[in-house]
């Protein structure tokens, strides 16, 4: 259990693997309790069932690809296949996200909570009742936090899901954004759609960028030979224009698709908005200490 020193009742950390959560559930004391009973219970069994199903898992996802047997691992899927036809994507693209979202069934299944969020390394499921909300900041380098953003989810939109990527994560990208971050009816989708996003930010053969195959860093990685960002140097602003726009055609085309509702698009201190005048993701709210990229 977690406390900030400021909030009567605690959060949860949930660790296991590489998998690491912080949930917190807000409702009757009671519920609050039954709520992290059932997580936990969840929990337990969450990294064994993904393990049973990794060779599947980290195959490139089909358009027509057979299911798989979990519940998360079927999320998963789902949350991927509208890219397969266009885009080299894996079913772990949407791996946090997808574990998110099953924990937070379980809380949801297991008592009645006025809110709720689980938080899977930066991929969040969200629970709202009516009139209840959530303000989200967001980050551009996760090892050196700095806060580009905010941005305020009320529970009459459609917005259940946010997910952020990019070559500074813990994932592998093969792009050069800081961050995507992306605003979805669930986490399963917005997973899937910022590492699409992310990806489409590039300048492909730029000498100022550094990559390296992605089997060098880890032997077993989904992506195998295929080349992943490890550093981004100088770029003019006219390149990092250019990058941007690349990722905000994609962003506007899964904004048209509804695979996502928003998106916030991060390089080198620019930040472009997609749906940021959508009622969505405020402008207004979420610049906060960055210049924004309007196109």
């Known amino acids: 259990m977690l406390s900030d020193g400021r909030r009567l009742h605690l959060r949860l950390h949930l660790h296991d693997g590489p998998i690491d959560i912080i949930l917190e559930a807000f409702g009757p004391a009671a519920e ?22 990794l060779v ?57 909570l006025s809110r709720a969020y689980v938080n899977d390394g ?22 050196r936090p700095s806060l580009f953003g905010t941005t305020t989810v009320e529970a009459h939109q459609p917005v259940r899901g946010i997910a952020t990527s990019g070559w500074r994560g ?16 669930t ?16 300048l492909p053969g730029h000498p100022a960028i550094r990559r390296i195959s992605a089997r060098e860093l880890a032997p077993d990685s989904d992506l195998g030979e295929r080349l992943v960002t490890q550093a981004v140097g100088a770029l003019s602003p006219d390149e990092i224009f250019t990058a941007l726009s690349s990722g905000a055609r994609v962003a506007e085309s899964l904004r048209t698709r509804k695979l996502i509702r928003a998106a916030a698009l991060n390089l080198l201190g620019e930040t472009r908005l997609v749906g940021g005048q959508s009622g969505v993701l405020p402008s207004n709210e979420f610049a906060l200490e960055r210049n924004l990229v309007h196109g």
């Open 187 to 202: 986490a399963a989708m917005a997973d899937a759609a910022a590492t699409i996003i992310a990806n489409a930010i590039d």
């Open 32 to 53: 609050i309790k039954s709520a992290y009973h059932a997580a936990a219970k969840r929990f337990v069994a969450v990294l064994d069932e993904l393990c049973a199903e």
């Open 56 to 112: 599947f898992l980290r195959q490139p996802a089909r358009e027509h690809s057979p299911l798989p047997h979990g519940r998360i691992a079927r999320k998963m899927l789902s949350a991927v296949q509208p890219y397969a036809a266009q885009a080299f994507i894996t079913t772990m693209a949407a791996v946090a996200g997808a574990v998110a979202e099953n924990v937070l069934e379980s809380m949801t299944a297991a008592a009645a």
């Open 170 to 185: 813990r994932s592998f990208s093969l792009g050069i954004a800081d961050a995507v971050t992306v605003l979805a009816d």
């Open 122 to 143: 930066g991929d969040i499921a969200l629970h709202l009742t009516r009139h209840e909300k959530f303000i989200v900041g967001m980050l551009d380098q996760p090892k």
